[in-house]
């Protein structure tokens, strides 16, 4: 079974800062659909720094440099 990425995520074609692959969010009135993984992630994503995105290993290598931390509270902190 394989999983349509387009069904998930669509690139925003206006991006001016940061890195050039990031991810367009819908507006969500509903609050069980903004806690969906897909749209989580979106936020995770777009926060990246300029990171090298030509092979996997050299994204691999300078993603581990990145700090998440700020992404990483609990469901009960929002």
Known sequence: ???NVADYFEVC???TRGHPYKLF???SGCASRSS???M???NVWNDLPTVNFRTL???KRTIQLVDFS???TSSSNQ
């Open 25 to 27: 969010k819908p507006f």
């Open 1 to 3: 079974m394989s999983i």
């Open 70 to 72: 700020n992404h990483l």
């Open 57 to 59: 290993e050299s994204f």
């Open 36 to 38: 969906f993984f897909s």
């Open 40 to 42: 989580r992630v979106i």
């Open 13 to 15: 074609s206006a991006s």
